[in-house]
Each structure stands twice: as structure tokens, then as C-alpha cells.
T-cell receptor, first 113, second 111 residues
Framework: EADIYQTPRYLVIGTGKKITLECSQT?????MYWYQQDPGMELHLIHY???????EKGDLSSESTVSRIRTEHFPLTLESARPSHTSQYLC????????????FGSGTRLTVV | QQQVKQSPQSLIVQKGGISIINCAYE??????FPWYQQFPGKGPALLIA?????SEKKEGRFTISFNKSAKQFSLHIMDSQPGDSATYFC??????????FGKGTRLHILP
């Protein structure tokens, strides 16, 4: 079954730790995205990729970094977590063509204490 | 500048009523207008989408109305049910560019 997977679903971690949020999709999509969703619901694009070895920063400045070594895998890394990084992180992918929407993962709820 | 403006921010509707969420856009080059539904603890899921060459699209109880001249589109949920309680996002994109999302509407259907 084609889908997009995010792990872990929930993560509580101490300040200063390095973390990687995983995102994988089985649909062969070239376009992948990371969003940060604040408690007020709004979705903020922080990173995106249009294919292997392609990564771009999104509209919201983020201290995280991403990599795209394989089509199906788009991990997000925080080198040194801070309480301000506490948020919901959503990964999405988009099929080829102008009339395809995003498929979102279920998200990772990150809490930095 | 917010390219897709969504209202209201929150909405309470009685069971069986009609829920209406409105969106307005600025960029006339947008050619794809999806709506997403998000339940707590889940990612947004594509609900219904429309292209600007049609004025209305209906899928079950969900209808998108599109007014190209006014640069507005809306989601109507007929016979609203408690299970429709969720956050709804309108969105727009040009070609296969990034999708631009509205800020979301929290919908609560009273049983």
C-alpha cells in the first residue's frame, strides 16, 4: 500500500540533544516537504526537496537541516534541540503533475524539555 | 503577504446543518485548489479539489464552490455530522509549485 511514514510519532528529549525525524514514502514521489504546525493550526513550510540531492529552505526559518540521498527517504535533523523547537512536524510528498495534492504523514510530536 | 486567506478561524454548527468555510486568493495564476481535512493526532488528508475551469464540484456531502472573477472559493458541508469535526485547510497552487495553505478553520459539530 502506497503511503508516507513518519517516526517516531512522539518524542520527548532534553535540551542540547541531536535528533533526527524520519520520513519515508513508498509512492516514488520526487517532491517531498517538511511542515511545522503550531498549536494555532497554521502550517509552516520549513524544507522541501524536488528530488535526490535537491533540498531547499522553506518560508519559515528553521535551525533544522534535511537530506535527500534516496527518493523515498527525507529525514530532518536538529543538531541541538531547544524548547523553542517543540512542535508538530509533518512530512508530505506530491505526485507528478499539476493537479496532484500532497499526501501527509501522521506527524511527529516533538517536545524539548 | 498572505496568498490564501481563510475564514472563519473557528465554526460551530448544529448536527444536520450546513458548514461553510470561505477562502480568497490573490494569485490569478493559481490553477489547483484543494481542501484538506485534519483530525487530532493525524496529518491533513486531501478531501476534495477543484480546478478554475469549473464553478462547482461535489463529492458526497462536500461541495466546493468556485468564483473565478471574485477570486474566492468555499467548502460547503451538507448535513454536517459530529464526525466532520476537524480542522479544514483551503489551499492553492500554480502548476506543480508548492501548495499554499490557508491558516485553517476549526469546525465543531454539535451532536
Amino acid at each position: 500500500e502506497a503511503d508516507i511514514y513518519q517516526t517516531p510519532r512522539y518524542l520527548v528529549i532534553g535540551t542540547g540533544k541531536k535528533i533526527t525525524l524520519e520520513c519515508s514514502q513508498t509512492m516514488g514521489h520526487d517532491k517531498m516537504y517538511w511542515y511545522q504546525q503550531d498549536p494555532g493550526m497554521e502550517l509552516h513550510l520549513i524544507h522541501y526537496s524536488y528530488g535526490v540531492n535537491s533540498t531547499e529552505k522553506g518560508d519559515l526559518s528553521s535551525e533544522s537541516t534535511v537530506s535527500r540521498i534516496r527518493t523515498e527517504h527525507f529525514p530532518l535533523t536538529l543538531e541541538s534541540a531547544r524548547p523553542s523547537h517543540t512542535s508538530q512536524y509533518l512530512c508530505a510528498s506530491r505526485g507528478q503533475g499539476r493537479f496532484y495534492g500532497y499526501t501527509f504523514g501522521s506527524g511527529t510530536r516533538l517536545t524539548v524539555v | 503577504q498572505q496568498q490564501v486567506k481563510q475564514s472563519p478561524q473557528s465554526l460551530i454548527v448544529q448536527k444536520g446543518g450546513i458548514s461553510i468555510i470561505n477562502c480568497a486568493y490573490e494569485n490569478t495564476a493559481f490553477d489547483y485548489f484543494p481542501w484538506y481535512q485534519q483530525f487530532p493526532g493525524k496529518g491533513p488528508a486531501l478531501l476534495i479539489a477543484i480546478r478554475p475551469d469549473v464553478s462547482e464540484k461535489k463529492e458526497g456531502r462536500f461541495t466546493i464552490s468556485f468564483n473565478k472573477s471574485a477570486k474566492q472559493f468555499s467548502l460547503h458541508i451538507m448535513d454536517s455530522q459530529p464526525g466532520d469535526s476537524a480542522t479544514y485547510f483551503c489551499a492553492a497552487s500554480k502548476g506543480d509549485d508548492k501548495i499554499i495553505f490557508g491558516k485553517g478553520t476549526r469546525l465543531h459539530i454539535l451532536p
